[in-house]
Nanobody, 125 residues
Framework: QLQFVESGGGLVQPGGSLRLTCLAS????????IGWFRQAPGKEREGVSCISSSGGSIKYTDSVKGRFTVSRDNVNYTIYLQMDSLKPEDTAVYYC??????????????????WGRGTQVTVSS
């Protein structure tokens, strides 16, 4: 069974950067699109970014475009989310999960599976 472990979160000042890592195990993750999602207290889980199985198609939610960059290493089953110019509103628990197929679809969290436990990102001065 495919499993994910997220890491790389932490406390950072506004304008700072973090790189999140999602490590897959248990099944070849390169068959699937992989999404990054986040959930802040009291808010619904939202899609942040998604990368297709080949890496040829990438999506971002509007609020992170130009600041976040997703990439994947299919040899090492690792997916990254580089987050720059962080804002307090980026504060949330970040999760990765696999899509149902090789493309991202609409990037709805309900269409993704095999959720990791998440990593906390806090942007605060």
């Amino acid at each position: 069974q495919l499993q994910f472990v997220e890491s790389g979160g932490g406390l950072v000042q506004p304008g700072g950067s973090l790189r999140l890592t999602c490590l897959a195990s248990g099944f070849p993750a390169d068959y699937y699109a992989i999404g990054w999602f986040r959930q802040a207290p009291g808010k619904e889980r939202e899609g942040v970014s998604c990368i297709s199985s080949s890496g040829g198609s990438i999506k971002y939610t509007d609020s992170v475009k130009g600041r976040f960059t997703v990439s994947r290493d299919n040899v090492n089953y690792t997916i990254y989310l580089q987050m720059d110019s962080l804002k307090p509103e980026d504060t949330a628990v970040y999760y990765c999960a696999r899509g149902l197929r090789d493309d991202c679809g609409s990037m709805r969290w309900l269409d993704f599976r095999s959720w990791g436990r998440g990593t906390q990102v806090t942007v605060s001065s």
